[in-house]
Protein backbone atom coordinates (compact mmCIF):
# COMPACT_ATOMS: atom_id res chain seq x y z
CA UNK A 1 0.00 0.00 0.00
CA UNK A 2 0.98 3.54 -1.00
CA UNK A 3 1.60 5.88 1.95
CA UNK A 4 2.05 9.57 1.35
CA UNK A 5 5.67 11.05 1.86
CA UNK A 6 5.56 13.23 5.58
CA UNK A 7 7.68 15.77 3.88
CA UNK A 8 7.33 17.55 0.42
CA UNK A 9 4.80 18.32 -2.82
CA UNK A 10 4.58 17.09 -6.08
CA UNK A 11 7.09 18.88 -7.77
CA UNK A 12 10.03 17.29 -5.30
CA UNK A 13 9.21 14.07 -8.15
CA UNK A 14 10.63 16.45 -11.25
CA UNK A 15 13.36 17.05 -9.25
CA UNK A 16 14.50 13.65 -7.91
CA UNK A 17 13.79 12.26 -11.08
CA UNK A 18 16.20 13.93 -13.15
CA UNK A 19 18.37 14.16 -10.20
CA UNK A 20 18.70 10.21 -9.99
CA UNK A 21 17.95 9.58 -13.77
CA UNK A 22 18.83 12.33 -15.81
CA UNK A 23 19.04 10.82 -19.75
CA UNK A 24 15.70 8.79 -18.74
CA UNK A 25 12.98 9.72 -21.07
CA UNK A 26 10.07 11.52 -19.52
CA UNK A 27 8.06 12.80 -21.91
CA UNK A 28 7.30 12.75 -25.63
CA UNK A 29 6.49 16.40 -27.27
CA UNK A 30 4.62 16.61 -31.00
CA UNK A 31 6.06 19.13 -33.20
CA UNK A 32 4.07 20.86 -35.22
CA UNK A 33 4.57 19.03 -37.76
CA UNK A 34 3.58 15.85 -36.07
CA UNK A 35 6.95 14.46 -34.99
CA UNK A 36 7.50 13.10 -31.41
CA UNK A 37 10.57 14.23 -29.76
CA UNK A 38 11.77 13.02 -26.87
CA UNK A 39 12.68 14.86 -23.63
CA UNK A 40 14.71 13.94 -20.97
CA UNK A 41 14.02 14.12 -17.09
CA UNK A 42 16.90 16.30 -16.80
CA UNK A 43 15.39 18.59 -19.41
CA UNK A 44 12.11 18.74 -18.76
CA UNK A 45 13.74 19.71 -14.87
CA UNK A 46 15.22 22.99 -16.49
CA UNK A 47 11.84 23.68 -17.94
CA UNK A 48 10.07 23.41 -14.92
CA UNK A 49 12.75 25.13 -13.31
CA UNK A 50 12.98 28.05 -15.54
CA UNK A 51 8.98 28.28 -15.79
CA UNK A 52 8.88 28.31 -12.36
CA UNK A 53 11.05 31.60 -12.05
CA UNK A 54 9.27 33.22 -14.33
CA UNK A 55 6.43 32.50 -12.55
CA UNK A 56 8.05 34.30 -9.39
CA UNK A 57 8.90 37.18 -11.16
CA UNK A 58 5.73 38.00 -12.48
CA UNK A 59 4.54 38.23 -9.09
CA UNK A 60 2.98 34.60 -8.41
CA UNK A 61 3.21 33.42 -4.54
CA UNK A 62 3.49 30.67 -2.32
CA UNK A 63 -0.78 29.64 -2.51
CA UNK A 64 -1.98 32.16 -5.27
CA UNK A 65 -4.75 30.16 -7.66
CA UNK A 66 -3.68 30.36 -11.08
CA UNK A 67 -6.38 28.68 -13.27
CA UNK A 68 -5.34 26.85 -16.64
CA UNK A 69 -7.32 26.95 -19.72
CA UNK A 70 -6.54 24.59 -22.51
CA UNK A 71 -6.27 21.36 -23.72
CA UNK A 72 -4.43 18.50 -23.31
CA UNK A 73 -0.84 19.81 -24.26
CA UNK A 74 3.09 19.14 -23.07
CA UNK A 75 2.99 23.08 -21.41
CA UNK A 76 0.05 22.25 -19.40
CA UNK A 77 2.01 19.85 -17.73
CA UNK A 78 4.84 22.32 -17.68
CA UNK A 79 2.94 24.69 -15.92
CA UNK A 80 1.11 22.04 -13.06
CA UNK A 81 4.55 21.44 -12.18
CA UNK A 82 5.75 24.55 -12.24
CA UNK A 83 2.90 25.86 -9.92
CA UNK A 84 3.50 23.31 -7.55
CA UNK A 85 7.01 24.33 -7.50
CA UNK A 86 6.29 27.72 -6.07
CA UNK A 87 3.63 26.29 -3.83
CA UNK A 88 0.68 28.10 -6.27
CA UNK A 89 -2.34 26.32 -6.75
CA UNK A 90 -3.82 25.25 -9.93
CA UNK A 91 -7.35 25.59 -11.20
CA UNK A 92 -8.15 23.72 -13.96
CA UNK A 93 -10.77 25.32 -16.56
CA UNK A 94 -12.32 23.48 -19.46
CA UNK A 95 -11.83 24.88 -22.40
CA UNK A 96 -14.99 24.61 -23.68
CA UNK A 97 -16.68 26.45 -21.47
CA UNK A 98 -18.50 29.27 -21.67
CA UNK A 99 -17.89 32.56 -20.33
CA UNK A 100 -20.28 32.69 -17.25
CA UNK A 101 -18.93 29.15 -16.33
CA UNK A 102 -15.35 30.73 -16.57
CA UNK A 103 -16.51 34.01 -14.64
CA UNK A 104 -17.68 31.90 -11.61
CA UNK A 105 -14.79 29.48 -11.31
CA UNK A 106 -12.29 32.47 -11.52
CA UNK A 107 -14.66 34.52 -9.08
CA UNK A 108 -15.18 31.56 -6.59
CA UNK A 109 -11.41 30.65 -6.62
CA UNK A 110 -10.18 34.17 -6.48
CA UNK A 111 -7.68 33.22 -9.04
CA UNK A 112 -5.20 36.14 -10.12
CA UNK A 113 -3.87 34.61 -13.05
CA UNK A 114 -4.68 32.46 -16.61
CA UNK A 115 -2.60 30.64 -18.67
CA UNK A 116 -5.00 30.31 -21.94
CA UNK A 117 -3.89 28.18 -24.74
CA UNK A 118 -5.23 31.06 -27.41
CA UNK A 119 -6.95 33.84 -29.03
CA UNK A 120 -10.44 32.99 -28.79
CA UNK A 121 -10.01 31.74 -24.76
CA UNK A 122 -8.31 35.46 -24.36
CA UNK A 123 -11.77 36.85 -25.70
CA UNK A 124 -13.49 34.54 -23.64
CA UNK A 125 -11.34 35.56 -20.16
CA UNK A 126 -11.86 39.42 -21.65
CA UNK A 127 -15.27 39.50 -22.08
CA UNK A 128 -15.99 38.70 -18.07
CA UNK A 129 -12.22 40.47 -16.79
CA UNK A 130 -14.33 43.84 -15.96
CA UNK A 131 -16.17 41.50 -13.21
CA UNK A 132 -12.34 39.87 -11.89
CA UNK A 133 -10.88 42.58 -9.95
CA UNK A 134 -8.35 39.84 -8.43
CA UNK A 135 -7.05 39.09 -11.67
CA UNK A 136 -3.78 40.74 -12.70
CA UNK A 137 -2.32 38.64 -15.30
CA UNK A 138 -3.27 36.56 -18.34
CA UNK A 139 -0.77 34.45 -20.50
CA UNK A 140 -1.76 32.73 -23.72
CA UNK A 141 0.24 29.59 -25.06
CA UNK A 142 -0.16 30.29 -28.86
CA UNK A 143 1.69 33.93 -28.76
CA UNK A 144 4.43 32.47 -27.00
CA UNK A 145 4.12 32.72 -23.17
CA UNK A 146 6.15 30.28 -22.10
CA UNK A 147 9.34 31.71 -23.92
CA UNK A 148 7.63 35.10 -22.42
CA UNK A 149 7.72 33.85 -18.47
CA UNK A 150 11.20 32.44 -18.89
CA UNK A 151 12.67 35.19 -20.29
CA UNK A 152 11.50 37.42 -17.24
CA UNK A 153 12.84 35.20 -15.06
CA UNK A 154 16.25 34.76 -15.91
CA UNK A 155 17.12 37.14 -13.01
CA UNK A 156 15.86 34.98 -10.32
CA UNK A 157 18.51 32.61 -8.55
CA UNK A 158 17.50 28.99 -8.81
CA UNK A 159 17.54 28.98 -4.91
CA UNK A 160 14.89 31.27 -4.73
CA UNK A 161 12.51 28.71 -6.36
CA UNK A 162 13.81 25.69 -4.13
CA UNK A 163 12.92 28.02 -1.09
CA UNK A 164 9.44 27.49 -2.30
CA UNK A 165 9.55 24.08 -3.45
CA UNK A 166 11.04 23.21 -0.25
CA UNK A 167 7.79 25.40 1.74
CA UNK A 168 5.40 23.46 0.13
CA UNK A 169 4.11 20.48 2.36
CA UNK A 170 1.28 17.05 1.64
CA UNK A 171 -0.88 18.91 3.30
CA UNK A 172 -0.51 22.22 1.05
CA UNK A 173 -3.35 22.57 -1.46
CA UNK A 174 -2.20 21.51 -4.94
CA UNK A 175 -5.67 22.07 -6.99
CA UNK A 176 -9.24 22.97 -6.73
CA UNK A 177 -10.76 21.29 -9.26
CA UNK A 178 -14.61 22.07 -10.27
CA UNK A 179 -17.09 19.68 -10.36
CA UNK A 180 -19.09 19.40 -13.91
CA UNK A 181 -22.16 20.88 -12.71
CA UNK A 182 -24.45 17.96 -13.78
CA UNK A 183 -26.96 18.78 -11.24
CA UNK A 184 -26.06 22.68 -10.61
CA UNK A 185 -23.80 25.39 -10.15
CA UNK A 186 -19.82 23.72 -9.94
CA UNK A 187 -18.07 23.43 -6.85
CA UNK A 188 -14.32 23.41 -6.53
CA UNK A 189 -12.65 20.36 -5.02
CA UNK A 190 -9.92 21.21 -2.89
CA UNK A 191 -7.23 18.56 -3.31
CA UNK A 192 -4.17 18.68 -1.33
CA UNK A 193 -0.52 17.26 -2.35
CA UNK A 194 -0.60 14.31 -0.01
CA UNK A 195 -4.19 13.26 -1.63
CA UNK A 196 -2.50 13.16 -5.12
CA UNK A 197 0.71 11.19 -3.70
CA UNK A 198 -1.11 8.94 -2.42
CA UNK A 199 -3.57 7.92 -5.15
CA UNK A 200 -0.62 8.41 -7.83
CA UNK A 201 1.80 6.09 -5.56
CA UNK A 202 -1.09 3.46 -4.69
CA UNK A 203 -1.45 3.12 -9.14
CA UNK A 204 2.05 3.30 -9.13
CA UNK A 205 2.41 0.18 -7.27
CA UNK A 206 -0.63 -1.90 -7.66
CA UNK A 207 -0.74 -1.65 -11.40
CA UNK A 208 2.93 -1.53 -12.23
CA UNK A 209 2.66 -4.22 -14.33
CA UNK A 210 -0.23 -3.18 -16.57
CA UNK A 211 2.13 -0.10 -17.59
CA UNK A 212 4.20 -2.65 -19.99
CA UNK A 213 3.55 -4.24 -22.77
CA UNK A 214 6.22 -7.00 -21.79
CA UNK A 215 8.20 -7.27 -19.23
CA UNK A 216 11.75 -5.43 -19.10
CA UNK A 217 10.39 -2.65 -21.72
CA UNK A 218 10.15 1.08 -21.19
CA UNK A 219 6.34 2.05 -19.88
CA UNK A 220 4.57 4.89 -21.85
CA UNK A 221 1.13 6.69 -22.43
CA UNK A 222 -0.53 8.88 -24.33
CA UNK A 223 -2.52 10.91 -22.64
CA UNK A 224 -5.63 12.66 -24.01
CA UNK A 225 -8.11 12.89 -21.52
CA UNK A 226 -8.67 16.57 -20.48
CA UNK A 227 -6.10 17.72 -18.03
CA UNK A 228 -9.57 19.78 -16.67
CA UNK A 229 -10.78 16.59 -15.23
CA UNK A 230 -9.07 14.49 -12.41
CA UNK A 231 -8.72 11.90 -14.56
CA UNK A 232 -6.45 13.06 -16.78
CA UNK A 233 -4.71 15.01 -14.35
CA UNK A 234 -4.19 11.63 -12.06
CA UNK A 235 -2.38 10.28 -14.95
CA UNK A 236 0.02 13.42 -15.69
CA UNK A 237 1.02 12.92 -12.12
CA UNK A 238 1.29 9.59 -11.98
CA UNK A 239 3.29 8.98 -15.52
CA UNK A 240 6.08 11.80 -13.58
CA UNK A 241 5.57 9.93 -10.10
CA UNK A 242 6.41 6.53 -11.75
CA UNK A 243 8.48 7.35 -14.27
CA UNK A 244 6.24 6.28 -17.25
CA UNK A 245 7.05 8.00 -20.62
CA UNK A 246 3.92 10.67 -21.42
CA UNK A 247 2.56 12.00 -24.21
CA UNK A 248 -0.06 14.42 -24.88
CA UNK A 249 -3.30 14.68 -27.01
CA UNK A 250 -5.21 17.10 -27.56
CA UNK A 251 -8.49 15.99 -29.09
CA UNK A 252 -10.95 12.98 -27.65
CA UNK A 253 -11.96 11.91 -31.12
CA UNK A 254 -10.93 8.53 -32.61
CA UNK A 255 -10.37 10.21 -35.99
CA UNK A 256 -8.06 12.38 -34.13
CA UNK A 257 -6.52 10.13 -31.77
CA UNK A 258 -5.97 6.98 -33.86
CA UNK A 259 -3.15 8.73 -35.69
CA UNK A 260 -1.03 9.27 -32.60
CA UNK A 261 -1.80 6.12 -31.29
CA UNK A 262 0.25 4.53 -33.95
CA UNK A 263 2.97 7.43 -34.04
CA UNK A 264 3.35 7.43 -30.48
CA UNK A 265 3.27 3.40 -29.64
CA UNK A 266 2.08 3.27 -25.92
CA UNK A 267 2.32 0.26 -24.13
CA UNK A 268 -0.81 1.18 -22.45
CA UNK A 269 -3.79 3.73 -22.25
CA UNK A 270 -6.19 5.25 -19.72
CA UNK A 271 -9.25 5.94 -21.22
CA UNK A 272 -13.56 6.53 -21.25
CA UNK A 273 -15.51 3.86 -22.73
CA UNK A 274 -16.10 6.02 -25.92
CA UNK A 275 -13.12 5.28 -26.97
CA UNK A 276 -12.89 1.57 -27.06
CA UNK A 277 -16.42 1.44 -28.73
CA UNK A 278 -14.93 3.58 -31.32
CA UNK A 279 -12.03 1.24 -31.77
CA UNK A 280 -14.67 -1.88 -31.88
CA UNK A 281 -17.12 0.22 -33.98
CA UNK A 282 -14.88 1.11 -36.92
CA UNK A 283 -13.00 -2.06 -36.56
CA UNK A 284 -16.36 -3.86 -37.27
CA UNK A 285 -17.50 -1.24 -40.10
CA UNK A 286 -14.34 -1.71 -41.95
CA UNK A 287 -14.77 -5.23 -41.94
CA UNK A 288 -18.33 -5.40 -42.85
CA UNK A 289 -17.32 -2.90 -45.72
CA UNK A 290 -14.69 -5.40 -47.13
CA UNK A 291 -17.35 -8.27 -47.15
CA UNK A 292 -15.93 -9.76 -43.88
CA UNK A 293 -18.53 -9.07 -41.09
CA UNK A 294 -19.04 -12.54 -40.98
CA UNK A 295 -15.85 -13.75 -40.04
CA UNK A 296 -15.14 -10.59 -37.77
CA UNK A 297 -18.59 -11.55 -35.86
CA UNK A 298 -17.47 -14.93 -35.10
CA UNK A 299 -13.33 -13.78 -34.45
CA UNK A 300 -16.36 -11.08 -31.60
CA UNK A 301 -18.04 -14.43 -30.72
CA UNK A 302 -14.79 -16.02 -29.63
CA UNK A 303 -13.11 -13.41 -28.22
CA UNK A 304 -15.80 -13.28 -25.64
CA UNK A 305 -16.11 -17.09 -25.11
CA UNK A 306 -12.36 -16.61 -24.78
CA UNK A 307 -12.53 -14.06 -22.26
CA UNK A 308 -15.42 -15.92 -20.11
CA UNK A 309 -13.23 -18.44 -20.00
CA UNK A 310 -10.55 -17.40 -18.47
CA UNK A 311 -12.54 -14.96 -16.44
CA UNK A 312 -13.72 -18.35 -14.25
CA UNK A 313 -10.25 -19.66 -14.36
CA UNK A 314 -8.96 -16.67 -12.86
CA UNK A 315 -11.96 -16.82 -10.23
CA UNK A 316 -11.57 -20.65 -9.57
CA UNK A 317 -14.67 -21.47 -11.46
CA UNK A 318 -13.90 -23.02 -14.46
CA UNK A 319 -10.63 -24.77 -16.08
CA UNK A 320 -10.06 -22.03 -18.51
CA UNK A 321 -10.79 -22.48 -22.44
CA UNK A 322 -10.42 -25.62 -24.16
CA UNK A 323 -8.27 -27.02 -26.46
CA UNK A 324 -11.01 -26.00 -29.20
CA UNK A 325 -11.82 -22.58 -28.36
CA UNK A 326 -7.33 -21.84 -27.90
CA UNK A 327 -7.37 -22.96 -32.11
CA UNK A 328 -9.91 -20.87 -33.04
CA UNK A 329 -9.00 -18.11 -30.63
CA UNK A 330 -4.85 -18.29 -32.06
CA UNK A 331 -6.18 -18.07 -35.80
CA UNK A 332 -8.31 -14.91 -34.95
CA UNK A 333 -5.52 -13.75 -32.99
CA UNK A 334 -3.66 -13.48 -36.79
CA UNK A 335 -6.27 -12.15 -38.87
CA UNK A 336 -8.62 -10.17 -36.42
CA UNK A 337 -7.42 -9.48 -32.72
CA UNK A 338 -3.76 -8.20 -34.18
CA UNK A 339 -5.46 -5.67 -36.54
CA UNK A 340 -7.64 -3.96 -33.59
CA UNK A 341 -4.10 -4.17 -31.47
CA UNK A 342 -2.22 -2.74 -34.50
CA UNK A 343 -4.97 0.38 -34.54
CA UNK A 344 -4.20 1.36 -30.90
CA UNK A 345 -0.65 1.38 -31.98
CA UNK A 346 0.54 -2.21 -31.73
CA UNK A 347 1.70 -2.19 -28.24
CA UNK A 348 -0.80 -1.98 -26.05
CA UNK A 349 -1.42 -5.11 -23.97
CA UNK A 350 -3.81 -3.04 -21.25
CA UNK A 351 -5.68 -0.44 -20.66
CA UNK A 352 -7.65 1.43 -17.61
CA UNK A 353 -11.21 2.73 -18.38
CA UNK A 354 -13.34 4.99 -16.51
CA UNK A 355 -15.51 8.21 -15.88
CA UNK A 356 -18.37 6.16 -17.04
CA UNK A 357 -19.51 2.49 -16.97
CA UNK A 358 -18.29 0.07 -19.92
CA UNK A 359 -20.37 -2.69 -21.08
CA UNK A 360 -19.79 -6.47 -20.19
CA UNK A 361 -19.33 -7.65 -23.38
CA UNK A 362 -16.91 -4.95 -24.65
CA UNK A 363 -14.40 -5.28 -21.83
CA UNK A 364 -14.64 -9.15 -22.67
CA UNK A 365 -14.27 -8.70 -26.60
CA UNK A 366 -11.34 -7.06 -25.58
CA UNK A 367 -9.67 -8.86 -23.23
CA UNK A 368 -10.06 -11.93 -25.53
CA UNK A 369 -8.17 -9.26 -28.19
CA UNK A 370 -5.37 -8.86 -26.13
CA UNK A 371 -6.16 -5.95 -24.15
CA UNK A 372 -6.97 -5.85 -21.13
CA UNK A 373 -9.16 -3.65 -19.68
CA UNK A 374 -9.31 -2.50 -16.00
CA UNK A 375 -12.02 -0.90 -15.40
CA UNK A 376 -12.25 1.59 -11.95
CA UNK A 377 -14.47 4.28 -10.52
CA UNK A 378 -13.76 7.50 -8.88
CA UNK A 379 -14.71 11.00 -8.48
CA UNK A 380 -13.13 14.32 -8.83
CA UNK A 381 -14.08 14.26 -4.60
CA UNK A 382 -12.10 10.77 -4.67
CA UNK A 383 -8.74 12.64 -6.29
CA UNK A 384 -9.68 9.66 -9.51
CA UNK A 385 -9.92 6.12 -8.46
CA UNK A 386 -11.88 4.88 -4.97
CA UNK A 387 -11.89 1.41 -7.01
CA UNK A 388 -9.99 -0.67 -9.98
CA UNK A 389 -10.16 -4.41 -10.86
CA UNK A 390 -7.00 -5.86 -9.93
CA UNK A 391 -4.36 -6.84 -12.34
CA UNK A 392 -4.59 -11.02 -11.25
CA UNK A 393 -8.13 -11.13 -11.26
CA UNK A 394 -10.54 -8.72 -13.72
CA UNK A 395 -14.70 -9.33 -13.10
CA UNK A 396 -16.13 -7.42 -16.30
CA UNK A 397 -18.80 -5.32 -15.40
CA UNK A 398 -17.55 -4.30 -11.97
CA UNK A 399 -15.50 -1.32 -11.18
CA UNK A 400 -13.14 -3.32 -8.67
CA UNK A 401 -12.26 -3.45 -5.19
CA UNK A 402 -11.37 -0.61 -3.23
CA UNK A 403 -7.90 0.71 -3.72
CA UNK A 404 -5.48 -0.44 -1.17
CA UNK A 405 -5.88 1.75 1.63
CA UNK A 406 -9.05 2.83 0.76
CA UNK A 407 -12.61 1.83 2.08
CA UNK A 408 -15.94 1.17 0.64
CA UNK A 409 -19.47 0.99 2.79
CA UNK A 410 -22.78 0.64 0.91
CA UNK A 411 -25.03 2.59 3.21
CA UNK A 412 -28.95 1.56 3.76
CA UNK A 413 -30.02 3.11 1.01
CA UNK A 414 -27.50 1.66 -1.20
CA UNK A 415 -25.28 4.53 -1.58
CA UNK A 416 -21.31 4.20 -2.11
CA UNK A 417 -19.54 5.40 1.00
CA UNK A 418 -15.47 6.02 0.57
CA UNK A 419 -12.59 6.46 3.06
CA UNK A 420 -9.00 6.59 2.59
CA UNK A 421 -6.93 8.91 2.02
CA UNK A 422 -7.11 10.26 -1.78
CA UNK A 423 -10.17 11.65 -0.39
CA UNK A 424 -10.36 15.83 -0.95
CA UNK A 425 -10.64 18.35 2.03
CA UNK A 426 -13.84 19.63 0.77
CA UNK A 427 -15.86 22.45 -1.37
CA UNK A 428 -13.56 25.45 -1.76
CA UNK A 429 -15.48 28.24 0.67
CA UNK A 430 -18.77 26.21 0.84
CA UNK A 431 -18.82 24.12 4.29
CA UNK A 432 -22.36 23.32 3.98
CA UNK A 433 -22.44 21.44 0.67
CA UNK A 434 -18.59 20.21 2.38
CA UNK A 435 -20.61 18.61 5.71
CA UNK A 436 -23.50 17.47 3.40
CA UNK A 437 -20.73 14.70 1.51
CA UNK A 438 -18.12 14.23 3.71
CA UNK A 439 -19.12 12.54 7.09
CA UNK A 440 -16.02 11.80 9.88
CA UNK A 441 -13.80 11.31 6.86
CA UNK A 442 -16.31 9.41 4.92
CA UNK A 443 -17.27 10.96 1.52
CA UNK A 444 -21.19 9.92 0.81
CA UNK A 445 -20.58 9.88 -3.35
CA UNK A 446 -23.99 10.21 -4.45
CA UNK A 447 -23.97 6.53 -6.54
CA UNK A 448 -25.82 3.90 -5.95
CA UNK A 449 -23.98 0.36 -5.76
CA UNK A 450 -23.51 -2.80 -4.30
CA UNK A 451 -20.44 -5.18 -3.15
CA UNK A 452 -20.30 -8.94 -4.58
CA UNK A 453 -19.01 -11.72 -2.05
CA UNK A 454 -15.11 -10.57 -3.53
CA UNK A 455 -15.68 -7.20 -2.19
CA UNK A 456 -16.14 -6.08 -6.46
CA UNK A 457 -18.11 -3.11 -6.52
CA UNK A 458 -20.93 -2.49 -9.09
CA UNK A 459 -22.23 1.05 -9.70
CA UNK A 460 -26.29 0.88 -10.19
CA UNK A 461 -26.93 4.57 -10.72
CA UNK A 462 -26.84 8.02 -9.04
CA UNK A 463 -29.42 8.86 -6.07
CA UNK A 464 -30.45 12.41 -7.92
CA UNK A 465 -31.32 10.62 -10.86
CA UNK A 466 -34.00 8.10 -9.82
CA UNK A 467 -36.90 8.19 -12.08
CA UNK A 468 -40.52 7.22 -9.84
CA UNK A 469 -43.40 6.59 -11.99
CA UNK A 470 -46.58 8.09 -11.47
CA UNK A 471 -47.03 4.13 -10.27
CA UNK A 472 -44.37 4.14 -7.81
CA UNK A 473 -41.84 2.71 -9.44
CA UNK A 474 -38.23 3.61 -8.94
CA UNK A 475 -36.07 3.02 -11.78
CA UNK A 476 -32.22 3.41 -12.56
CA UNK A 477 -31.59 5.27 -15.74
CA UNK A 478 -28.21 4.40 -16.06
CA UNK A 479 -28.03 0.70 -16.90
CA UNK A 480 -30.87 1.18 -19.51
CA UNK A 481 -28.98 3.78 -21.37
CA UNK A 482 -25.48 1.90 -21.35
CA UNK A 483 -27.40 -1.30 -22.73
CA UNK A 484 -29.53 0.88 -25.52
CA UNK A 485 -25.81 2.24 -26.44
CA UNK A 486 -24.27 -0.99 -27.21
CA UNK A 487 -26.16 -1.35 -30.20
CA UNK A 488 -23.35 0.32 -32.82
CA UNK A 489 -26.20 2.97 -34.69
CA UNK A 490 -26.89 4.30 -31.35
CA UNK A 491 -24.91 7.58 -30.04
CA UNK A 492 -26.66 8.33 -27.15
CA UNK A 493 -29.67 7.33 -24.88
CA UNK A 494 -31.91 9.58 -21.70
CA UNK A 495 -34.62 7.29 -20.27
CA UNK A 496 -37.47 9.25 -18.71
CA UNK A 497 -40.33 8.81 -16.90
CA UNK A 498 -40.51 10.68 -13.54
CA UNK A 499 -43.40 11.31 -12.39
CA UNK A 500 -45.11 9.66 -15.87
CA UNK A 501 -46.94 6.46 -16.38
CA UNK A 502 -44.42 4.57 -17.49
CA UNK A 503 -40.21 4.85 -18.57
CA UNK A 504 -39.78 5.81 -22.48
CA UNK A 505 -36.54 7.33 -23.96
CA UNK A 506 -35.12 9.94 -26.50
CA UNK A 507 -31.66 8.44 -28.89
CA UNK A 508 -29.67 9.80 -30.70
CA UNK A 509 -27.48 8.12 -33.42
CA UNK A 510 -23.88 8.12 -34.92
CA UNK A 511 -23.90 9.49 -38.18
CA UNK A 512 -20.67 7.95 -39.00
CA UNK A 513 -21.82 4.17 -38.59
CA UNK A 514 -25.46 5.25 -39.78
CA UNK A 515 -23.75 6.73 -43.37
CA UNK A 516 -21.92 3.02 -43.63
CA UNK A 517 -25.44 1.55 -42.34
CA UNK A 518 -27.10 3.00 -45.20
CA UNK A 519 -24.09 2.30 -48.11
CA UNK A 520 -24.08 -1.34 -46.92
CA UNK A 521 -27.80 -1.24 -47.68
CA UNK A 522 -26.95 0.29 -51.24
CA UNK A 523 -29.41 3.43 -50.14
CA UNK A 524 -27.70 7.43 -50.62
CA UNK A 525 -27.02 9.10 -47.75
CA UNK A 526 -30.17 10.82 -46.16
CA UNK A 527 -30.55 14.19 -44.05
CA UNK A 528 -31.18 13.87 -40.46
CA UNK A 529 -34.96 15.00 -41.03
CA UNK A 530 -35.66 12.03 -43.04
CA UNK A 531 -33.58 10.01 -41.24
CA UNK A 532 -35.16 10.00 -37.88
CA UNK A 533 -38.71 8.79 -39.87
CA UNK A 534 -36.88 5.71 -41.62
CA UNK A 535 -38.49 2.87 -40.85
CA UNK A 536 -35.63 0.57 -40.99
CA UNK A 537 -33.59 2.90 -38.20
CA UNK A 538 -36.65 2.42 -36.13
CA UNK A 539 -36.34 -1.06 -36.35
CA UNK A 540 -32.42 -0.92 -35.34
CA UNK A 541 -33.18 0.98 -32.45
CA UNK A 542 -35.89 -0.83 -31.76
CA UNK A 543 -33.70 -3.89 -31.27
CA UNK A 544 -31.20 -2.01 -29.55
CA UNK A 545 -34.39 -1.11 -26.73
CA UNK A 546 -36.16 -4.63 -26.65
CA UNK A 547 -32.24 -5.89 -25.85
CA UNK A 548 -32.02 -3.42 -22.99
CA UNK A 549 -35.12 -4.25 -21.56
CA UNK A 550 -34.54 -7.87 -21.42
CA UNK A 551 -32.46 -6.97 -18.32
CA UNK A 552 -35.19 -5.57 -16.11
CA UNK A 553 -38.60 -6.23 -15.35
CA UNK A 554 -41.64 -5.09 -17.03
CA UNK A 555 -42.58 -1.95 -15.23
CA UNK A 556 -38.88 -0.79 -15.85
CA UNK A 557 -38.87 -1.44 -19.49
CA UNK A 558 -38.55 1.57 -21.81
CA UNK A 559 -42.04 1.66 -23.78
CA UNK A 560 -41.58 3.77 -26.29
CA UNK A 561 -38.64 5.97 -27.62
CA UNK A 562 -38.50 9.03 -30.05
CA UNK A 563 -34.95 9.56 -31.92
CA UNK A 564 -33.53 12.69 -32.42
CA UNK A 565 -32.27 14.17 -35.42
CA UNK A 566 -29.14 16.01 -33.57
CA UNK A 567 -26.96 14.84 -30.97
CA UNK A 568 -26.76 16.00 -27.88
CA UNK A 569 -23.74 18.30 -27.32
CA UNK A 570 -21.58 20.41 -25.09
CA UNK A 571 -21.71 23.69 -27.24
CA UNK A 572 -25.77 23.16 -26.26
CA UNK A 573 -25.29 22.73 -22.62
CA UNK A 574 -26.60 19.62 -22.73
CA UNK A 575 -23.37 17.54 -22.15
CA UNK A 576 -20.66 17.96 -19.44
CA UNK A 577 -17.34 18.43 -20.71
CA UNK A 578 -16.58 15.04 -19.47
CA UNK A 579 -19.54 14.17 -21.98
CA UNK A 580 -22.16 13.08 -19.16
CA UNK A 581 -25.64 13.90 -19.66
CA UNK A 582 -26.96 16.96 -17.94
CA UNK A 583 -30.28 15.26 -17.47
CA UNK A 584 -32.49 18.21 -16.51
CA UNK A 585 -31.66 20.95 -19.36
CA UNK A 586 -32.04 18.14 -22.06
CA UNK A 587 -35.63 17.25 -20.61
CA UNK A 588 -36.00 21.29 -20.71
CA UNK A 589 -34.75 21.48 -24.36
CA UNK A 590 -36.36 18.65 -25.78
CA UNK A 591 -39.80 18.90 -23.92
CA UNK A 592 -42.00 19.03 -26.46
CA UNK A 593 -40.51 15.64 -27.69
CA UNK A 594 -40.58 14.02 -23.77
CA UNK A 595 -44.67 14.92 -23.73
CA UNK A 596 -45.13 13.38 -27.35
CA UNK A 597 -43.93 10.04 -25.96
CA UNK A 598 -46.83 10.29 -23.17
CA UNK A 599 -50.32 10.86 -25.46
Same mark, same amino acid.
Given at each position: ??????? +?? *????????? %???????????? /????????????????????????????????????????????????? /?????????????????????????????????? !??????????????????????? #???????????????????? %?????????????????????????????????????????????????????????? @??????????? $??????????????????????????????????????????????? @?????????????????????????????????????????????????????????????? !?????????????????????? +???? =???????????????????????????????????????? =???????????? /?????????????????? $????????????????????????????????????????????????????????????? =?????????????????????????? *??????????????? #????????? #????????????????????????? =?????????? @???????????????????????
Amino acid at each position: MAVAPPV +GG *LADAVFDYA %EEDPHRVALGRK /DADGRWHDVTAATFRDEVLALAKGLIAHGVRFGDRVALMARTRYEWTLF /DFALWTVGAQSVPVYPTSSAEQVFWMLHDAEVSA !VMVEHEDHAMTIASVIDRLPQLK #RLWQLDSDAVTELVEAGVHI %EDEVVHRHRRAVTPDSVATVIYTSGTTGRPKGCVITHASFMFEADTMASRWESVFHSK @PGDEAATLLFL $PLAHVFGRIVEVTAVRGRVKLGHQPELSAKALMPDLVSFRPTFILAV @PYIFEKVFNGARRKAEAEGRVGPFDKAVEVAVKYAEAMEHRAFGTGPGPSAGLRMQHQFFDK !VVYKKIRDAMGGRVRHAMSGGS +GMER =QLGLFFEGAGVTVYEGYGLTESTAAATANPPERTRYGTVG =QPLPGTTVHIAD /DGEVWVYGANIFSGYLGN $PQATAAVLHDGWLATGDLGALDEDGYLTITGRKKEILVTSGGKSVSPAGLEERVRAHPLVA =QCIVVGNDRPYIAALVTVDQESVDHW *LTMQGRPPMNSADLV #RDPDLEMEV #RRAVVAANTAVSQAESIRTFRILAH =QFTEEHGLLT @PSLKLKRKAIETAYAVEVDALYP
